[in-house]
């Protein structure tokens, strides 16, 4: 289970940032950023870590969990998201670079240092800044980060959905599945795509 202690190396505030969905062929990319107040071992049976090795169970349990101890100023966090457009102009990387931005500003705390899971930097307003590949796995603030993101794309792709019900988008979260893949070519790709992937741009240009 990941824990504080890459944030226990680094004075002051930490902000953990975490991004989802930059590989679908649908929706924002979606990024989180979270402060612990606060670091004391949390209590916990469900281990903390990177939201893609827990269940939608686990890291429903967790949520609830994380907004408690937001009430209870243990712990602060802000979501920002980049659109579909963004990402076809900008290209998904830089797309991802924008959404965590949005969320740094959303603190409005100029002495926050930032820790972020990957291997590329935001350079942004003179932070202190520290990449970390695999991140989710050790950073309670960054696996933390991974959790909410993931919780609210899925939520808002679930929504989306409803209004696209062909593509599977509560199953699949907007991924290349088959099914998603043959919705693609048998409907065509809606205003939610992301026209600069494939195959959805090559089908464009048939």
Not at 37 to 52: A, H, Q, V
Not at 122 to 147: H, P, Q
Not at 163 to 174: I, S
Request: aromatic letters at 8%.
């Amino acid at each position: 289970m990941a824990d504080f202690s890459i944030e226990n190396t680094i004075e002051g505030p930490v902000i953990g940032l975490d991004e989802v969905g930059r590989g679908p062929l649908a929706g924002p990319v979606v990024s989180c950023g979270v402060i612990y107040n606060s670091y004391e071992t949390l209590k916990t049976k469900i281990p903390i870590t990177d939201s893609k090795k827990l269940t939608i169970k686990q890291r429903v349990e967790l949520f609830k969990l994380f907004q408690l101890l937001r009430k209870e100023n243990i712990l602060d966090y802000y979501l920002g998201l980049a659109t579909v457009e963004e990402i076809d102009q900008i290209n998904i990387l830089e797309a991802t670079k924008l959404s965590m931005k949005r969320v740094i500003d959303k603190f409005d705390n100029q002495t926050a240092s930032i820790i972020i899971d990957g291997n590329f930097k935001l350079e942004y307003k003179n932070f202190n800044e520290r990449s970390i590949i695999g991140g989710d796995k050790v950073s309670l603030s960054i696996a933390t980060a991974s959790i909410i993101a993931k919780i609210h794309r899925d939520r808002l792709m679930g929504i989306l959905d409803n209004r696209y019900p062909h593509y599977g988008w509560k199953q699949n979260a907007g991924y290349g599945t088959k099914k998603h893949i043959d919705a693609i070519k048998e409907k065509g790709h809606t205003n939610c795509h992301r026209k600069t992937f494939e195959p959805i741009k090559s089908l464009i240009k048939k």
